[in-house]
């Protein structure tokens, strides 16, 4: 009888209706960056060129598993040496990371130097890392990442 409760009690459990299951859209907090001493903050922020963006992100995942993507990085990223040594240890040395889509694009922050507009920029892209693993299978993961990037574009005549 006492292992017929246990069961009873498992079954009922496991027939609830599963509330975690679902997913929700994270609302972010915009904050604002520091803008750097000389620099005057723009009042209406534009929207940067999604082309623009999407060429960004595909230089930056072109680097991925390479030792140019140090450059990409900002001074502020945090553990940045740690990032590279683990890509350069871990990572399979023939992957490649590709963009599938850029799916939300969202100007946090803009400001100008007085030649040039600089603009810190929310990327939502999914991606796909694609390798070989040790038995010589072909592999792929999809992924989607938020992206904080730093977009410098010269100042044009009535762009802001």
Do not use: C
């Not at 892209?125 to 010269?154: H, M």
């Amino acid at each position: 009888m006492n292992h017929f409760s246990i069961l009873l009690a498992l079954l009922m459990v496991l027939t609830l209706p599963a509330s975690a299951s679902e997913f929700r859209d994270i609302n972010r907090i915009n904050r604002k960056g520091a803008v750097p001493a000389g620099a005057q903050e723009v009042e209406t922020l534009k929207m940067v060129d999604r082309a623009l963006v999407r060429q960004a992100v595909e230089k930056i995942m072109a680097s991925w598993n390479t030792p140019q993507l140090e450059k990409y990085l900002g001074e502020k990223f945090h553990n940045k040496e740690r990032l590279m040594d683990t890509i350069s240890t871990f990572a399979q040395r023939d992957a490649k990371v590709t963009v599938l889509a850029i799916q939300n694009l969202n100007t946090l922050q803009q400001f100008t130097d007085g030649s040039n507009i600089v603009s810190r920029v929310s990327v939502i892209a999914r991606t796909q890392i694609q390798f070989t693993d040790p038995n010589l299978a072909a592999k792929t993961a999809d992924g989607t990442v938020e992206y904080i990037l730093k977009i410098t574009q010269p100042i044009k005549k009535g762009a802001i």
